[in-house]
């Protein structure tokens, strides 16, 4: 299966690594499970990770870039020829495809590392989320439950204090 990195980060195959670097960190703003509630931010979140990855690393990325062009010849020219008129060309929004198969075997083997990475990465993040979230909760009952010993303690106090006069 073939993702085009390009796409997922919105970014063009000249970019540079501050731009590939500023596009990750503007896309994980949007996807992020903790800020976006749609249904597909998790996996959306797993491939700018993947993306990532990849583009980041130089010898990964001149790889990444030989296989796109590979990829841009294939598709281009499948995609023409199935192209017809009532159709709305969404390239945009489709980054996914599984009928390719890579030309290079190592690329195609980092790429799955750089997937299973990111799924962890992101699962990861959840887990501390919900750690977090959980954590957040019981923090915030027991300081209920001291306010609320403590206005009662106040109470009997005022209660003895004025009872006393």
Known sequence: MFKDYYAILEILPTATATEIKLAYYTQSKKWHPDIN???????RMQDINEAYLILKDTEAREKYDIEYKHFKQKYQTEERASFTQNQAYKQQ??????????????LEKWIRNARSQAQRIVEEAL????????????????????YLIGIL???????LVRGCN
Not at 153 to 159: N, Q
């Open 37 to 43: 509630k749609s249904q597909d931010a998790k996996q």
């Open 93 to 106: 929004t489709r980054y996914t495809y599984t009928e390719y198969h890579f030309t290079d075997d190592i």
């Open 127 to 146: 887990d501390e989320l919900k750690g977090a979230t959980q954590n957040a909760g019981s923090a915030m009952f027991s300081s209920f439950i001291y």
């Open 153 to 159: 303690l106040m109470s009997l106090i005022f209660g």
